[in-house]
């Protein structure tokens, strides 16, 4: 078969592990042939493709980032968008694409399945806020990456009895937040699906140093929003999916706590450094495990469907769950565990 191949949305640890096993598994198991598109659903727009066979994929395991291209390009927003992919698509000869993105991408190919293309997805965000999968690869490295920072602005912030807000990624879902607050040791986690109010937070941070704590970590998710009229926060500008572009809610957040609290506080934005560089053992298998599954599902007309993780064990899903429903903080992780140690 001839089997094309494309990375879309937000770079995430592991991508390239994927690619490397859809390859190494098609190639010599199946025999396919694959080809890469660049740059996500802009590569089948433009008819931009990439030579794409094992040798092209030695060394590329433990890299960050994607071979291929990423972008968040949305064929239904361009004007002819979706014709052109598929003129691509016969151009190229291609039997089957698998597509390897978030909520955004998969969106996309499952209407492009409704179109006729015969289409396998493989989840990935960093974010990990997709229901169809109790885990998506890429979260792993994000919640270390900010883990090893809290683990530095604990000791600065110590040593100079200061606040410190670290703003991690987390559009809709606060998961990064929940998992490296937790393992960092905040003092306050807010995440996108609870509004905060600052005025609660500060109390909680005075009643805290009060009892002889002098410095304190506060994680705070970029997508997290105060109350409603609590605090003033700019709006931003939306991409071709209509996501806002995010990040800087520290750097409202922060100067309002020094004001109610007196407490000297500072902001740590972790950004993109989350997304970028080597992914974690446990990324690179749980990638490694989707890629091998996606081209099996290929050589098995499973189209229209997604590798997912479930009980450790990969299954397959209708793409339609994969942008149904977000998959949001569990209460019970953020009362329950990580609130035990706010005081
Ligand atoms: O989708 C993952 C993500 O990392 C979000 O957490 C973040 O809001 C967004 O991507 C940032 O996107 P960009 O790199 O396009 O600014």
């Avoid at 490397?20 to 659903?41: I, P, T």
């Avoid at 929940?178 to 807010?190: K, S």
């Avoid at 805290?208 to 609590?230: C, F, L, M, N």
Wanted: hydrophobic fraction near 45%.
């Amino acid at each position: 078969m001839r089997v094309g191949m494309l990375t879309g949305g937000g770079d995430c640890p592991g991508l390239n592990a994927v690619i490397r096993a859809v390859v190494r598994k098609g190639e010599v198991h199946f025999g396919d042939q694959l080809v890469g598109f660049r740059d996500g659903w802009r590569g089948l727009v433009e008819g931009r493709t990439q030579p794409l066979d094992v040798s092209h994929c030695r060394g590329i395991l433990p890299r960050g980032g994607t071979i291929l291209g990423t972008s968040r390009t949305n064929p239904y927003k361009l004007e002819g968008g979706v014709g052109e992919v598929l003129r691509t698509v016969e151009r190229e000869g291609i039997d089957a694409l698998v597509a390897i993105g978030g909520e955004d991408t998969l969106g996309v190919a499952h209407r492009l399945a409704a179109e006729g293309l015969s289409i396998v997805g493989v989840p990935k965000t960093i974010d990990n806020d997709l229901s169809a999968t109790e885990v998506t690869f890429g979260f792993h490295t994000a919640v270390q990456i900010a883990t090893e920072a809290i683990d530095r602005l604990h000791t600065t912030a110590e040593s100079h009895d200061r606040v410190i807000v670290c703003e991690v990624m987390g559009r809709h879902a606060g998961w990064i937040a929940t998992y490296a607050g937790i393992a960092g040791g905040a003092a306050e986690i807010l995440v996108p699906e609870e509004p905060f109010d600052v005025e609660v937070i500060c109390e909680a941070l005075k009643a805290r140093h009060a009892k002889g704590r002098y410095a304190s970590i506060v994680v705070v998710a970029e997508g997290a929003v105060p109350v409603a009229g609590t605090l003033e926060v700019a709006s931003a500008e939306v991409d071709q999916f209509g996501h806002p572009r995010l990040g800087g809610i520290a750097n409202v957040l922060a100067p309002e706590i020094e004001r109610r609290t007196g407490f000297e506080t500072r902001v740590t934005i972790l950004g993109h450094v989350q997304r970028g560089g080597t992914p974690t053992a446990f990324d690179r298998v749980l990638a490694t495990r989707f890629g091998i599954a996606a081209i099996e599902a290929v050589h098995e007309g499973a189209f229209d469907q997604m590798v997912a993780l479930r009980a450790d064990r990969i299954v397959r899903v209708p793409l339609s769950d994969a942008v149904s429903e977000l998959k949001t903080v569990d209460g019970e992780l953020l009362h329950d565990v990580a609130a035990s140690f706010f005081s």
